[in-house]
């Protein structure tokens, strides 16, 4: 079954754009990567699908318990009351949290990087994709890691956020948000911040859920 929200043949540019992107980030000044960034966005406007970003739907917090949801049922709120609502069943929760932990931990490999590990940090991204998008990067790859190298470039970056925008048994769309830092030759070594939302696309594969597709969106 295909993956929710996939763009058809648009994945590829996805894919390409998401990579020169990752290495053009590692390489330039800000400004020009403000530029850059801001260009790819213009080309992604469609990256979410009809929906958008913002028909993101994303998990409860694990300490928010039944009790606390339902707890305020019946409450005159001026207008209406509030309903509680049955959680999903376990099994759709389980999965649902699966899905993001994959899209997150791919997330976090691929805008971690550093030119001394380099090849680990590539070997760890591809361990964690699978379709074109695990194609597309092996092909890039090796220009990702000279480009690195020689421009002595370090990345970091932690998701913030993660939502799922879609998702069934063997697929699923997730938005995550992201912070972090870029440092090399061209800032003089010195951190600057950066912030990204990326849109994946999760496919179960041998039992365990894989990233086929990577775009940077709005």
Do not use: C, H
Not at 40 to 50: I, K, Q
Not at 110 to 123: G, K, M, S, W
Not at 158 to 181: C, F, K, N, P, Q
């Amino acid at each position: 079954m295909g993956s929710p929200g996939k763009q058809g043949s648009s994945n590829g540019s996805g894919l390409n754009t998401a990579l020169v992107v990752a290495a053009v980030v590692l390489v330039l000044a800000a400004a020009a990567l403000a530029w850059l960034m801001n260009r790819t966005y213009d080309n992604r406007a469609d990256a979410v699908g009809d929906g958008g970003v913002w028909s993101v739907i994303s998990i409860e917090r694990a300490d928010a318990s039944a009790e606390a949801r339902s707890g305020r049922a019946g409450e005159d709120v001026g207008g209406g009351t509030v309903q509680a609502m049955d959680p999903a069943p376990k099994a759709e929760q389980e999965r649902t949290a699966a899905q993001i932990e994959a899209a997150t931990a791919m997330a976090d490999a691929f805008l971690n990087l550093q030119y001394d590990e380099i090849e680990t940090d590539i070997e760890e991204v591809k361990s964690l994709a699978t379709g074109a998008f695990l194609r597309q990067y092996t092909k890039a790859s090796e220009d990702l890691a000279k480009l690195t190298r020689r421009a002595q470039a370090t990345q970091t970056g932690e998701v913030d956020w993660a939502g799922l925008v879609a998702g069934d048994d063997d697929s699923a769309t997730v938005i995550v948000a992201t912070s972090g830092t870029v440092a090399n030759k061209l800032t003089e070594f010195e951190p600057v911040a950066r912030t990204y939302r990326l849109q994946l696309e999760i496919d179960l594969v041998d039992g365990q859920w894989l990233t086929s597709d990577l775009q940077y969106v709005r």
